[in-house]
T-cell receptor, first 113, second 112 residues
């Protein structure tokens, strides 16, 4: 069975500071990994995904994530955050072609001026 | 292109009533999903459909049913609503090749 753990429920950070949102997963098979973002009162939208190839994945809005197979992690990073990045971020994992995606509980990023 | 639409946006419902949440996509995706989102629990899969005419149970299917008569529509029905079904419900459609999902704006349901 697969599972996803987002290690921080809330991350407060000042504007223009770097941020890392942590995600660990467990799976006995090959996986696809995702980060989704949810702005207030909206649905989720894809931020970035890892399917195969380069372990460093770049997404929208200046975010990037690195797949680390040995540590079963897929942490999300941004070198300089903006107020507009305030949102909830979800890490997700699926077994390749399995049609079921498991989502983490979410990390609320709060960017302060 | 609208992507995925959900209706209603929000609803207050008396316990014991029947309710159908509507979901329509225009991306011709084969896969569709229903999730519920509860504080601290993330998204939990209720039901899914890999293609028109087939459905499957997710993590929390009890009290819910779905149908998939065609590619575009995937309604979720609560036969007899209970207060524990108070939640925000998201419909999504997806690409089989990459498991990427596209979400609707959600329906906020309150069962009293």
């Amino acid at each position: 069975a697969q599972s996803v753990t987002q290690l921080d429920s809330q991350v407060p950070v000042f504007e223009e500071a770097p941020v890392e949102l942590r995600c660990n997963y467990s799976s006995s098979v090959s996986v696809y990994l995702f980060w989704y973002v949810q702005y207030p009162n909206q649905g989720l939208q894809l931020l970035l995904k890892y399917l195969s190839g380069s372990t460093l994945v770049k997404g929208i809005n200046g975010f990037e994530a690195e797949f680390n197979k040995s540590q079963t992690s897929f942490h999300l990073r941004k070198p300089s955050v903006h107020i507009s990045d305030t949102a909830e971020y979800f890490c997700a994992v699926s077994n390749t072609g399995g049609f079921k995606t498991i989502f983490g509980a979410g990390t609320r990023l709060f960017v302060k001026a | 292109i609208a992507g995925i639409t959900q209706a209603p946006t929000s609803q207050i419902l008396a316990a014991g009533r029947r309710m159908t949440l509507r979901c329509t996509q225009d991306m011709r995706h084969n896969a569709m999903y229903w999730y519920r989102q509860d504080l601290g629990l993330g998204l939990r899969l209720i039901h899914y459909s890999n293609t028109a005419g087939t459905t499957g149970k997710g993590e929390v299917p009890d009290g819910y049913s779905v149908s998939r008569a065609n590619t575009d529509d995937f309604p979720l029905t609560l036969a007899s609503a209970v207060p524990s079904q108070t939640s925000v419900y998201f419909c999504a459609s997806g690409e089989h090749s990459t498991d990427t999902q596209y979400f609707g704006p959600g329906t906020r349901l309150t069962v009293l």
